[in-house]
């Protein structure tokens, strides 16, 4: 080719984008300008400066070499190259949405927090769910707790509370942290496996930290694959205090009840929605949002007094024991609502830090091993991931009430203090803030002596008490579904020692649960129970707020059926089956042999959200069935199609069946249909399916 070939400009440049998305220049809630210009403004450099060619390098002659000179191409290459921030140590995996929180029920007689002051009082919330073990791009559903973490944007400063879905945790003391999480992350020489505990490392170090018992009992439970983030509990976890206009304190634990109910999924079909959509639980709340559908959790406290820690059998800073609902029950005070997605997922899931320490006046720390360790951990941890100590002035990590301090300059400093004063105390006129006596924040002044010593305070070392509390208190299925976990987790261990030294344990927290554990792992016999170190309490009463099963909803609200549907089916059916869904509330996405969608029996087009290989029924809370005679032979060929209807049989599902459909369940080996398959052929049919739908999944069958 010469050097005067005609010289190349691809098409693309004079497309439109045809993208509709609203961009705003401010973001309300969770920041401002991250987009600096509207859709179709010129382009321009980062320094404002208009751009005539986003296609080419600027070269000598069209086959020539590039020209170090092209300050466009080097700006936008390098600010490419820097575009990863290190994902968190843990739980890098995550989503966040924004919304408000507003006090329904104002306890001031408790604690001076001003939110909390009266009712109706409204503050902007952020929220971020996520895994803890797999690394930023790993699947939705792992098998793992769910970090549950709120920055509440309060009048008197940030109040973060950084929980989890489980109400206990691992360990007792921070010191132990780093170690915990490099058992559970995948192992240094391999790197793998990934999101996941089932592996040697992760069971080596459990066997030999007995405290961690009962924080195993809840992940291998179904809290560790929940169905969706909206249908999960929030736990704050540590003991807190509250702390009242008069100085008096009391202990608080922090509770989120989703107003949504608790669901969660089977083991077999988390392995399949990992396959079908890893991206499931985000898309599942970006879905629910969008479509006006908010979800809502009430905060509950449970609030407790010095008199009932000293009599309680476990340590309340103990951070692996919780306190039952029934012994100190559960106050309402307050709702937070998840009522907007993110402008943008950078700019405020992956930059909102969050840190233990961001309390407001009102409340306080107690002196728990483990969260006197975070408070430090996660300031730290936000210096190095964000890039400095400037992280507060990210819009997602600002304030939103007054702030002044003479903090200033680092990495990207974008507030400095204005004038003179940058010290206190200084003379001069306009000398910047001042410390409030008054309304400032004060710690509560509890007084504390001690021998300085590396220890643990005795009532700590019951670790076996609340797991068999736990493991007692949930439904029979539920009880399956432990045992289940913890052969297939065990079974992927390949060292016998570290699967018999964890069965060791099991004794102790129920020995029914250790047989059916032992024979799953096909042991001989069972191993010889460890020694508690502490006698262990008897008598625990079973809580039926551990149980998700008791705790369930009795409604399709906010659930989503999936219709599997051929050609020449009956259309007024179809719509009467999505009017009940709608009624009750819930959502329908229809499955077809191809994504073209099908022609019903009056030649009117239903278009498909997915094609039946894309629709798995593991997506689906409950599924339904419709095929005509002609359909029901395209169906019963295709293989996934029959993998939609044994699965659905085969998780428990309340399945409803028109026309044809019996045939494909018979062709994917389904006999005997049960009380949870329903035939439907008119519109009463229809509402009848959805009002047992409520019950989300037919249990006798399995
Ligand atoms: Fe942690 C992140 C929850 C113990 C150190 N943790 C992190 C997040 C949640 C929790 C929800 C993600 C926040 C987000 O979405 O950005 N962590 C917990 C709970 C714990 C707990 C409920 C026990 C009660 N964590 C814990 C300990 C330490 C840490 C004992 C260290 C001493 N956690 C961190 C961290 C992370 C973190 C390394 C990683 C990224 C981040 O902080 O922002 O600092």
């Known amino acids: 080719m010469s050097e005067k070939s005609p010289q190349f400009r691809p098409s693309i440049e004079t497309q439109k984008s045809n993208e509709t998305t609203e961009r705003r220049e401010k973001t309300g809630q969770g920041g401002e300008t991250h987009q600096q210009s509207s859709d179709g403004a010129r382009l321009t450099t980062s320094q404002g400066v208009p751009v005539s060619d986003n296609q080419n390098t600027l070269k000598a002659g069209p086959r020539g070499p590039a020209l170090l000179e092209d300050f466009h191409f080097r700006e936008k290459m390098f600010h490419f190259d820097h575009e990863r921030i290190p994902e968190r140590v843990v739980h890098a995996r995550g989503y966040g949405a924004r919304g408000y929180f507003e006090t329904t029920d104002p306890i001031p007689e408790l604690t001076s927090a001003h939110l909390l002051q009266e009712k109706g009082r409204k503050v902007p919330a952020f929220v971020r769910f996520s895994t803890v073990a797999g690394n930023k791009g790993s699947m939705d559903l792992a098998r793992d707790a769910r970090g549950f973490a709120v920055k509440l944007y309060t009048e008197e400063g940030n109040w973060d509370i950084v929980g989890n879905n489980i109400p206990v945790f691992f360990i007792q003391d921070a010191m132990k942290f780093p170690d915990l999480v490099h058992s559970v992350k995948e192992a240094p020489d391999r790197a793998f496996p990934q999101a996941q505990s089932a592996h040697d490392n992760f069971w080596d170090f459990i066997s030999l930290m007995p405290e961690a018992m009962h924080m195993v009992m809840w992940t291998m439970s179904d809290r560790g694959i929940p169905r969706s983030f909206r249908f999960m509990e929030g736990f704050g976890v540590h003991t807190f205090r509250f702390v009242n206009a008069e100085g008096e304190s009391h202990f608080v634990k922090f509770h989120w009840k989703p107003k949504q109910g608790l669901q969660s999924v089977l083991w077999d079909e988390a392995v399949k929605i990992n396959g079908a959509d890893p991206d499931f639980h985000r898309r599942d709340l970006w879905g629910a949002i969008q479509a006006g559908d908010f979800p809502e959790w009430e905060l509950g406290v449970q609030v407790f007094d010095d008199a009932f820690a000293d009599t309680f059998d476990f340590d309340v800073l103990d951070a692996t024991k919780l306190i039952p609902e029934e012994d100190v029950p559960v106050r309402i005070i307050g709702r937070l609502v998840l009522d907007s997605v993110v402008d943008n997922f950078f700019a405020e899931t992956e930059q909102v830090a969050f840190c233990t320490q961001n309390i407001v006046p009102g409340v306080d720390f107690t002196n728990d091993p483990l969260l006197q360790g975070r408070n430090f951990s996660y300031l730290d941890t936000q210096i190095k991931r964000l890039g400095g100590p400037n992280f507060t002035h990210i819009p997602v990590n600002a304030p939103k009430c007054p702030f002044a301090h003479f903090q200033q300059d680092g990495h990207?400093?974008?507030?400095?203090?204005?004038?003179?004063?940058?010290?206190?105390?200084?003379?001069?006129?306009?000398?910047?803030?001042?410390?409030?006596?008054?309304?400032?924040?004060?710690?509560?002044?509890?007084?504390?002596?001690?021998?300085?010593?590396?220890?643990?305070?005795?009532?700590?070392?019951?670790?076996?008490?609340?797991?068999?509390?736990?493991?007692?208190?949930?439904?029979?299925?539920?009880?399956?579904?432990?045992?289940?976990?913890?052969?297939?987790?065990?079974?992927?261990?390949?060292?016998?020692?570290?699967?018999?030294?964890?069965?060791?344990?099991?004794?102790?927290?129920?020995?029914?649960?250790?047989?059916?554990?032992?024979?799953?792992?096909?042991?001989?016999?069972?191993?010889?129970?460890?020694?508690?170190?502490?006698?262990?309490?008897?008598?625990?009463?079973?809580s039926d707020a551990l149980s998700i099963l008791k705790n369930g909803p009795d409604n399709f609200k906010g659930r989503k059926?999936?219709?599997?549907?051929?050609?020449?089916?009956?259309?007024?059916?179809?719509?009467?089956?999505?009017?009940?869904?709608?009624?009750?509330?819930?959502?329908?996405?229809?499955?077809?042999?191809?994504?073209?969608?099908?022609?019903?029996?009056?030649?009117?087009?239903?278009?498909?959200?997915?094609?039946?290989?894309?629709?798995?029924?593991?997506?689906?809370?409950?599924?339904?069935?419709?095929?005509?005679?002609?359909?029901?032979?395209?169906?019963?060929?295709?293989?996934?199609?029959?993998?939609?209807?044994a699965d659905a049989f085969a998780h428990a599902k309340f399945i409803a069946l028109a026309g044809e459909a019996e045939k494909l369940f018979h062709a994917a080996g389904v006999g005997d249909f049960d009380d949870g398959v329903f035939r439907i052929a008119k519109k009463g049919d229809c509402a009848a399916f959805i009002k047992a739908c409520g019950k989300l999944r037919f249990w006798q069958r399995k």
């Not at 409030?436 to 643990?456: H, I, L, Q, W």
């Open 412 to 542: 990207m400093a974008m507030h400095n203090p204005a004038g003179r004063a940058n010290y206190e105390p200084n003379s001069w006129k306009d000398g910047g803030p001042r410390a409030d006596p008054e309304s400032g924040f004060t710690s509560f002044p509890e007084a504390v002596e001690g021998e300085k010593r590396k220890v643990r305070a005795e009532l700590f070392a019951d670790h076996y008490s609340q797991a068999r509390q736990f493991y007692q208190s949930q439904t029979e299925v539920e009880q399956g579904h432990i045992a289940d976990a913890l052969i297939f987790e065990l079974s992927k261990c390949e060292v016998l020692d570290i699967r018999e030294r964890v069965v060791a344990h099991l004794p102790n927290i129920d020995p029914d649960l250790a047989q059916m554990v032992a024979d799953g792992l096909g042991f001989d016999k069972l191993p010889k129970a460890h020694t508690p170190r502490r006698d262990m309490v008897e008598g625990l009463k079973p």
């Open 561 to 645: 059926l999936g219709i599997l549907v051929t050609d020449g089916i009956d259309g007024d059916l179809l719509a009467s089956l999505r009017d009940a869904v709608k009624d009750a509330g819930g959502m329908v996405e229809i499955v077809a042999p191809t994504i073209g969608g099908i022609k019903t029996s009056d030649g009117k087009r239903v278009p498909a959200d997915q094609k039946v290989d894309g629709g798995p029924s593991v997506l689906y809370d409950a599924v339904a069935v419709m095929a005509s005679a002609d359909g029901i032979k395209k169906l019963k060929s295709m293989p996934p199609a029959k993998g939609f209807a």
